[in-house]
């Protein structure tokens, strides 16, 4: 499945962010996608079957193992956010994407059948639910966010620091 789009905007704020310093930069479009991912994170909780726990959460970084599987692009400068269940099973939920993508037919090597799980998806109608306005939503915050920044360091200049 392929999907055309038109985006504006991204060349002039490339250059806004380029004015600041890397590190800040970085933190600025941080902030911007962790705030406009947190619907399909919450979507995504609010699908998770019998639980009131937030399963899914949003991190800079996947574990090691999900490292094959994943398409990030690593460098300097890029950024990288992911939306997922925490694979610790202190704070997250393991089995997740189990009950995502369900299993086949399972049994033991005696031979006991031990069931199947039927999928249940959770993270892609979150995902398709707000992956349209994606893009144009996370324009419009990295602009905000780069706004509050040049506030506050202004701010921090003017006070002598």
């Known amino acids: 499945m392929s999907v055309k789009m ?3 905007g991204f060349r002039e704020i490339e250059r806004a962010l380029a004015d600041l310093p890397r590190g800040t930069a970085k933190s600025v479009v941080r902030r911007a996608m962790k705030k406009e991912l947190t619907p399909i994170a919450n979507m995504a909780n609010a699908l998770w079957p019998g639980s009131d726990d937030d399963v899914f959460r949003i991190s800079p970084k996947v574990s090691r193992s ?10 300097a400068s890029i950024v990288n956010m992911f939306v997922g269940a925490n694979k610790a ?3 997250g ?3 997740a994407h189990l009950i995502e993508f369900g299993t086949g037919p ?3 090597e005696s031979g006991k059948f031990v069931g199947a799980v039927s ?6 109608p979150a995902w398709d639910a707000h992956s349209l306005g994606l893009l144009e939503g996370l324009g419009a915050r990295i602009w905000d ?7 506050r360091r202004a701010k921090k200049a003017a006070k002598g620091k």
């Open 93 to 95: 939920a393991p089995h």
């Open 66 to 75: 999900q490292k094959g599987d994943s398409k990030a692009l690593t460098g």
């Open 145 to 151: 966010e780069i706004a509050k920044t040049l506030a």
């Open 6 to 8: 038109k985006v504006e």
């Open 89 to 91: 099973p202190a704070v």
């Open 119 to 124: 999928p249940q998806p959770m993270l892609q």
């Open 106 to 108: 399972r049994s033991h």
